[in-house]
T-cell receptor
Framework: GQNIDQPTEMTATEGAIVQINCTYQ??????LFWYQQHAGEAPTFLSY????GLEEKGRFSSFLSRSKGYSYLLLKELQMKDSASYLC???????????FGQGTELSVKP | DVKVTQSSRYLVKRTGEKVFLECVQD?????MFWYRQDPGLGLRLIYF???????EKGDIPEGYSVSREKKERFSLILESASTNQTSMYLC???????????FGSGTRLTVV
């Protein structure tokens, strides 16, 4: 079957660093995405990894290990506005279709 | 920027009604998707389409149908709304896996 696992919720302090993990088992792999979703809003694209390694984009970085079926999203210098749900999604072997994890609800405290 | 527009942000419908949720994208994307999002269950794929007049079932198609008469428009139809279809419905479009999705703003449907 196809499965994507990520923690349900996390809490971190403003200014700190937080790592959100995602493990996946899918039939086929065409890349891994991270999306951010604020309450009541649509998900917005954060990052895309298709090769192993780290992709850095400002305060956000995403890492992929295909052999381990593992990714993480790293958020640095946390701000209150980073409080949101973070969705891990994998492109499988059916072109264009993404499979989503349940999302990790991140709360940033002062 | 690609824009995906869902016709309503909030809808309240009665049990048994036929409900139409409309989604329009303005960037000539081939691929369009309908998901529902529920607490603790994440995003679940209802139907998707890779071309005009083409549709494929996702993971939870029961109780739903879709229509794609034009490339830019993908409609989700609840044939006879039931209370367990109360949910947030998200439409998305893409040009291919490597480009990910662009989502619409969502429609929060309540069936009473």
């Amino acid at each position: 079957g196809q499965n994507i696992d990520q923690p349900t919720e996390m809490t971190a302090t403003e200014g700190a660093i937080v790592q959100i993990n995602c493990t996946y088992q899918t039939s086929g792999f065409n890349g891994l995405f991270w999306y951010q979703q604020h309450a009541g809003e649509a998900p917005t694209f954060l990052s895309y990894n298709v090769l192993d390694g780290l992709e850095e984009k400002g305060r956000f970085s995403s890492f992929l290990s295909r052999s381990k079926g593992y990714s993480y999203l790293l958020l640095k210098e946390l701000q209150m506005k980073d409080s949101a749900s973070y969705l891990c999604a994998v492109g499988g072997n059916q072109g264009g279709k993404l499979i989503f994890g349940q999302g990790t609800e991140l709360s940033v405290k002062p | 920027d690609v824009k995906v527009t869902q016709s309503s942000r909030y809808l309240v419908k009665r049990t048994g009604e036929k409900v139409f949720l409309e989604c329009v994208q303005d960037m000539d994307h081939e691929n369009m998707f309908w998901y529902r999002q529920d607490p603790g269950l994440g995003l679940r794929l209802i139907y998707f389409s890779y071309d005009v007049k083409m549709k494929e079932k996702g993971d939870i198609p029961e109780g739903y149908s879709v229509s794609r008469e034009k490339k830019e428009r993908f409609s989700l139809i609840l044939e006879s709304a039931s209370t367990n279809q109360t949910s947030m419905y998200l439409c998305a479009s893409s040009v291919g896996t490597a480009h990910g999705y662009t989502f619409g703003s969502g429609t929060r449907l309540t069936v009473v």
